[in-house]
């Protein structure tokens, strides 16, 4: 989807973040989390799965283009937690 890095990029960090939360032994052991990652990682999650139920309902590809392309809700996602002055990347 333009205007949002590729839902690939981001594989490696939502992992790192599911075995942060899953596997660390001890809590008071935890390190600094990064919230921002955090979020976007979420929100990444969440519009790649509403994508995917478009798909799985039929959709074809330009037409869920179009949809995410046009939806006020991504855009305001997008410029709230993606464009920045320095912008993050996995």
């Given at each position: 989807?333009?205007?949002?890095?590729?839902?690939?990029?981001?594989?490696?960090?939502?992992?790192d973040y599911?075995?942060?939360?899953?596997?660390?032994?001890?809590?008071?052991?935890?390190?600094?989390?990064?919230?921002?990652?955090?979020?976007?990682?979420?929100?990444?999650?969440?519009?790649?799965?509403?994508?995917?139920?478009?798909?799985?309902?039929?959709?074809?590809?330009?037409?869920?283009?179009?949809?995410?392309r046009d939806?006020?809700?991504?855009?305001?996602?997008?410029?709230?937690?993606?464009?920045?002055?320095?912008?993050?990347?996995?």
């Amino acid at each position: 989807m333009r205007g949002f890095p590729s839902p690939r990029a981001w594989i490696k960090r939502v992992v790192d973040y599911r075995n942060g939360f899953t596997h660390h032994p001890v809590v008071n052991d935890a390190q600094d989390v990064d919230k921002m990652g955090m979020v976007q990682c979420n929100y990444m999650l969440r519009i790649l799965l509403e994508l995917c139920f478009l798909k799985s309902m039929g959709m074809d590809a330009a037409t869920i283009e179009a949809l995410a392309r046009d939806c006020e809700r991504y855009r305001q996602i997008r410029r709230r937690f993606f464009d920045s002055p320095a912008p993050r990347t996995p």
